[in-house]
């Protein structure tokens, strides 16, 4: 309770911070969720007081898509209570390994370490202009003095980029964004030749004051040594690529792979298992 304290008063109060702690990460967060504005819930002891404080809150708060959730609302199920008085086997069979998750988690069971936020690297440079940015070739010799300063950084020296953010701040006050994700890490000549190409077809709302680059994605990879007789490491390495390339643009992998669990389970969902594909 001391440490939820702590934590509370570490966040400006006017943000209204609700901390809430538990036997595992979902009885924590809907203990923040019933905690009062400003405030802290403990919900102390194991699985069985975890699963008491569970069970008269809605099915509505389990980490689930919407109509999964509708489903379980259409069949009666409307309290994680409801849900955890049911056979596992039953819930899995209904609703394959996502169901069985969601029986855990309203029993009070959640074994999922916490993990922290990572926070990404990144090099920011910002430019007020002389006179208004009205056109492209403007813009391109702003972003290019950006680019020399940012490379010229020590967090920069020998490293390339995947992302790159170009932000500006219009005459009138209003705000102009524009996003690039590289399908190869770039350095600065690179980035500029990529910027380039993705500004032609770009109109800009209205002049330009200010301009920041924001760079990130930040990586030590400068060549690529291509094999010549392994395929299969070829695949790898493009695979693992296109992975580092979708989560630089989603903030997330969106890919999975299928891995063996219980293999002699008469249910097919419980048999294999989709894990987050990290190369």
Same mark, same amino acid.
């Given at each position: 309770?001391?440490?939820?304290?702590?934590?509370?008063?570490?966040?400006?109060?006017?943000?209204?911070?609700?901390?809430?702690?538990?036997?595992?990460?979902?009885?924590?967060?809907?203990?923040?969720?019933?905690?009062?504005?400003?405030?802290?819930?403990?919900?102390?002891?194991?699985?069985?007081?975890?699963?008491?404080?569970?069970?008269?809150?809605?099915?509505?708060?389990?980490?689930?898509?919407?109509?999964?959730?509708?489903?379980?609302?259409?069949?009666?199920?409307?309290?994680?209570?409801?849900?955890?008085?049911?056979?596992?086997?039953?819930?899995?069979?209904?609703?394959?390994?996502?169901?069985?998750?969601?029986?855990?988690?309203?029993?009070?069971?959640?074994?999922?370490?916490?993990?922290?936020?990572?926070?990404?690297?990144?090099?920011?440079?910002?430019?007020?202009?002389?006179?208004?940015?009205?056109?492209?070739?403007? +813009?391109?010799? #702003?972003? =290019?003095? *950006?680019? %020399? /300063?940012?490379?010229?950084? $020590?967090?920069? @020296?020998?490293?390339? !980029?995947?992302?790159?953010?170009?932000?500006?701040?219009?005459?009138?006050?209003?705000?102009?964004?524009?996003?690039?994700?590289?399908?190869?890490?770039?350095?600065?000549?690179?980035?500029?030749?990529?910027?380039?190409?993705?500004?032609?077809?770009?109109?800009?709302?209205?002049?330009?004051?200010?301009?920041?680059?924001?760079?990130?994605?930040?990586?030590?990879?400068?060549?690529?040594?291509?094999?010549?007789?392994?395929?299969?490491?070829?695949?790898?390495?493009? +695979?693992?690529? #296109?992975? =580092?390339? *979708?989560? %630089? /643009?989603?903030?997330?992998? $969106?890919?999975? @792979?299928?891995?063996? !669990?219980?293999?002699?389970?008469?249910?097919?969902?419980?048999?294999?298992?989709?894990?987050?594909?990290?190369?």
């Amino acid at each position: 309770a001391r440490a939820a304290e702590r934590l509370r008063q570490a966040v400006p109060p006017v943000l209204r911070p609700r901390v809430g702690v538990g036997p595992g990460r979902f009885t924590a967060f809907v203990a923040a969720r019933q905690a009062r504005p400003g405030g802290t819930l403990v919900v102390t002891g194991g699985e069985a007081e975890a699963g008491a404080f569970l069970a008269p809150q809605p099915v509505a708060l389990l980490p689930l898509p919407v109509e999964v959730i509708r489903r379980l609302e259409r069949l009666g199920l409307h309290g994680l209570g409801e849900l955890a008085r049911l056979p596992r086997a039953a819930i899995e069979a209904r609703f394959g390994a996502e169901g069985g998750r969601a029986w855990l988690l309203a029993s009070g069971r959640d074994e999922r370490p916490v993990r922290p936020q990572v926070r990404e690297e990144r090099v920011v440079e910002q430019l007020t202009l002389a006179a208004p940015a009205t056109n492209r070739e403007t +813009l391109l010799v #702003a972003l =290019r003095q *950006l680019a %020399g /300063r940012a490379f010229a950084q $020590p967090a920069l @020296r020998g490293r390339q !980029v995947r992302r790159a953010r170009v932000l500006g701040v219009l005459a009138d006050g209003g705000s102009w964004e524009h996003t690039l994700t590289l399908r190869a890490p770039a350095d600065g000549a690179r980035l500029l030749e990529a910027l380039g190409h993705r500004l032609q077809a770009v109109m800009l709302p209205g002049p330009l004051e200010e301009l920041t680059l924001e760079l990130a994605g930040l990586t030590q990879e400068a060549a690529r040594q291509e094999t010549i007789l392994d395929e299969r490491a070829d695949r790898a390495r493009g +695979l693992a690529e #296109a992975t =580092r390339y *979708l989560v %630089g /643009r989603y903030g997330t992998s $969106p890919l999975a @792979r299928i891995v063996g !669990v219980e293999s002699w389970s008469r249910i097919p969902e419980r048999r294999y298992a989709l894990i987050s594909y990290e190369p």
